[in-house]
């Protein structure tokens, strides 16, 4: 399995991007992805994740992201609207089977593929 992740890139305060995770060596549906982000010096912590037809956010994206999943392009998209300073970092996306509990979704080591980064930078 191979997690490609697109989509960064350099926006405004307030701007929005969209990330696109793409899925190849079996169908996304058979995952629960989750999309992560590290800023320099800090460890990777979560942003937010879909697993069937539910999605999850840490508090500080809720309202501003959302995560949606495309089974015909086997992708996953991290849809980021509301951009502030804060929000960058490089932005991975990762797969996990989708019978993981519900409480390690929010843990990085619970992932087993990850996508190889992509740089979001909020600035002025």
């Known amino acids: 399995v191979q997690l490609q992740a697109s989509g960064g890139g350099l926006v405004q305060p307030g701007g929005s991007l969209r990330l696109s995770c793409a899925v190849s060596?079996?169908?996304?549906?058979?995952?629960?992805m989750g999309w992560f982000r590290q800023a320099p010096g800090k460890e990777r912590v979560f942003v937010g994740a879909?697993?069937?037809?539910?999605?999850y956010y840490a508090n500080s994206v809720k309202g501003r992201f959302t995560i949606s999943r495309d089974n015909a392009e086997n992708t996953v998209y991290l849809q980021m609207n509301s951009l502030k300073p804060e929000d960058t970092a490089v932005y991975y996306c990762?797969?996990?089977?989708?019978?993981?509990?519900?409480?390690?979704?929010?843990?990085?080591?619970?992932?087993?593929?990850w996508g190889q980064g992509t740089q979001v930078t909020v600035s002025s």
């Open positions: 990762a797969a996990t089977s989708v019978t993981s509990i519900l409480s390690s979704l929010w843990n990085p080591d619970q992932y087993d593929y």
């Open positions: 060596g079996r169908t996304v549906s058979s995952y629960a």
């Open positions: 879909i697993r069937r037809s539910n999605t």
